[in-house]
């Protein structure tokens, strides 16, 4: 088989009980050569307003000897920014949250920020909020664009959102927003609740596909890998099939793993080295 492209990642989603810079040192320790910023307010603050000096993130950056490749900002109910804001005040404000956190990446040298189609309320049509979504996502990509910074899209799972919980609604939202650099962030929990597949992404997007959250899953997703039932040969080998090149980013979730969250790193880790000897890789 031919030789891999991509690279596992480390989150800090998980060490939010942590100092980030204990992040950075157990990523190291753990054999991780890559980490995705999760912008937790305890590790960096960032609002709409401005952020925390980046000096900070480039310096652990070069004392541990690792890439921050990507960012993944808060942007769920019931944080206050939100590609689908409704309301002028609140589109405003996400909007410049989200400029402000691309600046960031430009500064840290990252390869991307990870969005997501952000959310609605219940008691309105989706395709109200899926509007606002792709007018959102259209005025970012463009200030991306000028910038030089990728932003790619995930797709959230029911619970968190009725926009885009699949490839198909994924699919439909990119559309809408119709900017060719658009990315697409393949999240394995997300695309697991959908009952879908790696290839389905694949065949949905292609070259898109520019990011993933490699998670494995079971009666809940976004777990550590072996504490889920999914099969990580069939994701790597779809991988290599398809040609990505991007990170394999562990957004690894759930209060089990908030006191010992350099462990479930080490697992994934452990995993990912296992299944890659074993398909050859």
């Given at each position: ?209 520019i990011h993933c959250h490699f998670v494995d899953a079971g009666i809940v997703s976004h777990v550590a890998w072996g504490d889920g039932l999914r099969e990580m040969a069939r994701d790597l080998r779809s991988l290599v099939r398809n040609k ?32 890659m000897e074993e398909i050859g890789l």
């Amino acid at each position: 088989m031919a030789d891999s492209s991509f690279a596992p990642a480390a989150m800090n989603c998980s060490h939010r009980y942590y100092p980030l810079e204990e992040f950075f040192s157990s990523a190291r320790a753990n054999g991780y050569e890559a980490v995705e910023l999760w912008l937790g307010p305890m590790h960096f603050f960032v609002d709409h307003r401005g952020t925390e000096d980046p000096q900070t993130l480039l310096g652990l950056a070069e004392k541990y000897g690792l890439r921050i490749v990507g960012i993944c900002p808060e942007q769920n109910n019931p944080k206050p920014s939100n590609v689908a804001a409704r309301g002028r005040g609140a589109q405003d404000r996400s909007f410049a949250y989200f400029k402000n956190v691309i600046d960031l990446g430009v500064t840290l040298g990252c390869v991307e920020v990870s969005l997501t189609p952000g959310w609605g309320f219940l008691s309105e049509p989706r395709e109200a909020a899926l509007e606002r979504s792709a007018i959102m996502l259209r005025r970012l990509c463009d200030y991306s664009d000028a910038v030089g910074m990728r932003l790619a899209v995930e797709a959230l799972q029911p619970e968190e959102s009725c926009v885009a919980n699949s490839a198909r609604q994924l699919k439909e939202l990119i559309d809408a927003v119709d900017r060719p650099t658009l990315g697409v962030n393949l999240d394995t929990g997300a695309m697991w609740r959908a009952g879908e597949t790696a290839q389905d992404y694949f065949d949905a997007f292609g070259p898109r596909v520019i990011h993933c959250h490699f998670v494995d899953a079971g009666i809940v997703s976004h777990v550590a890998w072996g504490d889920g039932l999914r099969e990580m040969a069939r994701d790597l080998r779809s991988l290599v099939r398809n040609k990505y090149s991007g990170y394999l980013s562990m957004e690894v979730l759930g209060e089990r793993y908030l006191a010992s969250p350099a462990a479930a790193d080490a697992q994934c880790m452990h995993a990912y080295r296992q299944c890659m000897e074993e398909i050859g890789l």
